[in-house]
T-cell receptor, first 114, second 115 residues
Framework: NAGVTQTPKFRILKIGQSMTLQCAQD?????MYWYRQDPGMGLKLIYY???????DKGEVPNGYNVSRSTTEDFPLRLELAAPSQTSVYFC?????????????FGPGTRLTVT | AQKITQTQPGMFVQEKEAVTLDCTYD???????LFWYKQPSSGEMIFLIY??????QNATEGRYSLNFQKARKSANLVISASQLGDSAMYFC????????????FGAGTTVTVRA
């Protein structure tokens, strides 16, 4: 199992550009999440999905969009990039939301907007 | 209001000694779970230990144990016999009941193990 994979690992965007961060998991997990981590801070939830075709906003959704057409993939779209979106983005997945089922994280994408 | 509070931004510990990382949480939900994750300098998030709100005993996983004090709403992580490889950022996180299954993270504590 590759687990949770994310591409790209690094990206520099100019203000106003758009891009899609890719996330895929091969563990057949229903639940998937996108977080951002600003320097020296904890993770904040951007969007999450409890299954294919179902997405919902997290704590900091403004400036982002997601889709979940398959169980495996959960891309995050940035429209009109702003310097405030400079961050490390983590995708995660979990088998269930109950009990001790932990979230498995991808390696992260480091994004700089200048 | 902050759901997870980690008051120690950074800690130093001598190799082979134990270290306790503080975590307090705020929830009115009777059903919740508490997680600890490790983030080494390479950046990945590594799951360490889980404690459910209804668990009667404190969770343990190898050198990691969780000191769960429900009435005080604290879930401190204890790392015993520290190793140089334990140097990392440690995050406490909480998942509340319901269908959201979302994790709320604290700001983290940086641990540096000295030889």
């Amino acid at each position: 199992n590759a687990g949770v994979t994310q591409t790209p690992k690094f990206r520099i965007l100019k203000i106003g550009q758009s891009m899609t961060l890719q996330c895929a998991q091969d563990m057949n997990h229903n639940y998937m999440y996108w977080y951002r981590q600003d320097p020296g801070m904890g993770l904040k939830l951007i969007y999450y999905s409890v299954g294919a075709g179902i997405t919902d906003k997290g704590e900091v959704p403004n400036g982002y969009n997601v889709s979940r057409s398959t169980t495996e993939d959960f891309p995050l779209r940035l429209e009109l990039a702003a310097p405030s979106q400079t961050s490390v983005y983590f995708c995660a997945s979990s088998y269930s939301g109950q009990g001790g089922h932990e979230q498995y994280f991808g390696p992260g994408t480091r994004l700089t907007v200048t | 209001a902050q759901k997870i509070t980690q008051t120690q931004p950074g800690m130093f510990v001598q190799e082979k000694e134990a270290v306790t990382l503080d975590c307090t949480y705020d929830t009115s939900d009777p059903s919740y779970g508490l997680f600890w994750y490790k983030q080494p300098s390479s950046g990945e998030m590594i799951f360490l230990i889980y404690q459910g709100s209804y668990d009667q005993q404190n969770a343990t996983e190898g050198r990691y144990s969780l000191n769960f004090q429900k009435a005080r709403k604290s879930a401190n992580l204890v790392i015993s016999a520290s190793q140089l490889g334990d140097s990392a950022m440690y995050f406490c996180a909480m998942r509340e009941g319901g269908n959201d299954y979302k994790l709320s993270f604290g700001a983290g504590t940086t641990v540096t193990v000295r030889a």
